[in-house]
Structure formats: C-alpha cells, structure tokens
C-alpha cells in the first residue's frame, strides 16, 4: 500500500506564490516519474508539471516560466512552486507517482488526495 500525502495549498492573492509538497510512503521499492495535476470545476484533470527520476521535467506551456517541479528521493518527495500566480490557477490540485512497489520491474501510479489553490483577483 501507497499513500501519497498533498500540502501547501490555500487562499492567495493574484500574483502571489505558494508551494505544495506530495510525500509518498508505504511499500515503495523505488519511484520513477511524479506529477502534478490539476482539475477546476467542471473541467477535466490536466497536467501541470511532471519530473522523472533523473530529473527531467515537462510543463504545461500555461506555467512554463511560473512553476518550478522538483523532488527529493532520499524523502520521496515532490514539489511545486507557484509563483506569479494567476485566477485561472485555481484548481485542486493533485500529485502522481509512479512506483515500483517490488524488485519487478512493474510501476504502479498512485494519487493523492488533491489540495485546493484558490487565487483572488
């Protein structure tokens, strides 16, 4: 079992910054890719940001020069941070792992629970 555990979302003003945290625990043998997603209402969960195991990241053209990924494996623990933010931000947000729960190759993804952003005009 996998438990992916979101902070650091809340109510901040147009232009502010906040950073979320995702840390994963459970039965983890190793985590390749983590993420982070977000769905406003009514609409359909998007990518923000993922980072690979080796650090490599990919953003959503609406964020790129905003948001910054990051992650720290010795705490299997990925980041966002936030800045410059925007109306059309708010969002819950939600982290993704992709795990290795054994010595077999197989991942397995796993998702957090969500933390609101809520950004003020």
């Known amino acids: 079992q996998v438990q992916l555990v979101e902070s650091g979302g809340g109510l901040v003003q147009a232009g502010g910054s906040l950073r979320l945290s995702c840390a994963a625990s459970?039965?983890?043998?190793?985590?390749?890719?983590m993420g982070w997603y977000r769905q406003a209402p009514g609409k359909q969960r998007d990518l923000v940001a993922t980072i690979t195991s080796s650090t490599s990241t990919n953003y959503a053209d609406s964020v790129k020069g905003r948001f910054t990924i990051s992650r720290d494996n010795a705490k299997n623990t990925v980041y966002l941070q936030m800045n410059s933010l925007k109306p059309e931000d708010t969002a819950v947000y939600y982290c993704?792992?992709?795990?290795?729960?054994?010595?077999?190759?197989?991942?397995?993804?796993?998702w957090g629970q969500g933390t609101q952003v809520t950004v003020s005009s």
């Open positions: 993704n792992a992709d795990v290795r729960i054994s010595v077999l190759p197989q991942t397995y993804p796993y």
């Open positions: 459970g039965s983890i043998f190793s985590i390749n890719a």
